[in-house]
């Protein structure tokens, strides 16, 4: 049979859609490049937040107002996870579900749904135990120059305006020789840059009661795959980030120096309600650290305006935060309130042209900050992992840019995709930079 998986939302669906696609392949499933041409049709979901649900259920509406007889949708990732039979509601023509803990099963769903008759009671997928699944795969040989790795899945921790525990259930670590495998083999299959991902990285090993493995894991990594050229990590927990952690990340070369930690907010009083760590002096004495020890570090972080009871005040301190921490790169959001989460049952909910204001201007202030800190790099020569080319142009990302998210450099002339070439930086602007390669 032909299926046809559309992804939606972040990172670590790409890795169970990838997952899927492997599983159902090697039980014989042909993969279709486009909807019309499949059997079964999986959308990967994210219910993550108020927009992302929205996207994801305008994907499903979408594929079902184009179904045609003997086609098979299926709702597979958070949102069918979150809202099981509930969405076939919104989705009358939905034919399966499948949900983030049992998306290993996925052939035996299409097997149940082949011996189904068409338009038949919803076959249904959904939790199975408390757990999502981290299971190892085999990677695609289909990759590109970047891969991710997910390391665990699920969350412990108590963050009152997140919805991903309730989702997708406590943290479960990957068995690390596991881990070591996938990544000897995407490194085996050409792949420039390994991405660790998890909802939070430096909780690795924590629910196997390891308090500090993400350093070791870091090192068996770079023992198995010395090709790779890029080891990058996303979504700390600040308050998990350890010297131990530090040191390794300077030590190995082949560890981008670059880390994603989102603080979600800068004043005390709003991080404790939010349930997340409130010692601010301590979360900047750990960017310190990190700049002292990798003076080239490239930080990203994510803050929410206009949380539950958040004041003037504590948004003045917020931006103050900002000045004072100048991360490189910045995720700005706006607060939505998630059905079944503490912070929605809070009072003194902010009006939204409030929380708009306030995004603005978050967002007039990290522009700046940006603008400053990609200004700074003119002058210096790069290396650039080469993602695109054409008109004479290639594109490309330097340690200091994650894919998806963050900035890019265009240079001059066009190289090889998967190349990473010496670029000199000529130019900023907010996001990107411009550079010639060097020597040029
Ligand atoms: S650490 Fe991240 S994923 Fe986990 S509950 Fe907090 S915001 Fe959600």
Known sequence: MR????????????????GMTQLLTMAGHVEAESPENADYIIVNTCGFIGTAREESLAALREMARHKQPGQMLIAAGCMAERYGTALRRQVPEL?????????TQIESLLDLLSRRRQGGELVNLIREGNYSLVRSFPRSARLGVYAYLKIADGCSAPCAFCAIPMIKGPQRSKPQAEIIAEARQLAGLGVKEIILIAQDTTSYGRDRGEIDALPTLIKEITMVAPDLSWL????????HITPHLIEVMARHP??????????????????????????????????EDLRTAMPDIALRTAFIVGYPG??????????????????????????????????ATLPNQIADEVKNERYERAMELQQR??????????????????????????????????????????????ALVGDIVAVRITGAIEYDLIGVVAGE
């Open 3 to 18: 299926f046809h998986i559309l992804t939606l939302g972040c990172p670590k669906n790409q890795v169970d859609s990838e």
């Open 232 to 239: 990058r990590i996303m979504y700390a927990y600040p308050q």
């Open 369 to 414: 900050i940006s603008l400053q800190v990609n200004k700074a790099q003119i002058g210096r020569q790069m290396e650039v992992l080469v993602e695109g080319f054409g008109d004479g142009i290639s594109v490309g990302r330097t340690y200091r840019d994650a894919p998806e998210i963050d900035g890019l450099v265009l240079v001059e002339g066009e």
């Open 254 to 287: 082949q560890v981008c120096h670059y880390l994603d930690m989102p603080l979600q907010h800068g004043h005390p009083d709003v991080l404790r309600c939010m349930g997340r760590p409130a010692d601010t002096q301590r979360t900047l004495a750990i960017i």
């Open 310 to 343: 958040e004041t003037e005040e504590e948004f003045t301190a917020l931006l103050g935060f900002m000045e004072r921490s100048a991360f490189d790169k910045v995720g700005i959001f706006v607060y939505s309130p998630e059905e079944g989460t503490r912070a």
């Open 95 to 103: 034919d399966g579900l499948v949900g983030t803990r049992r998306w």
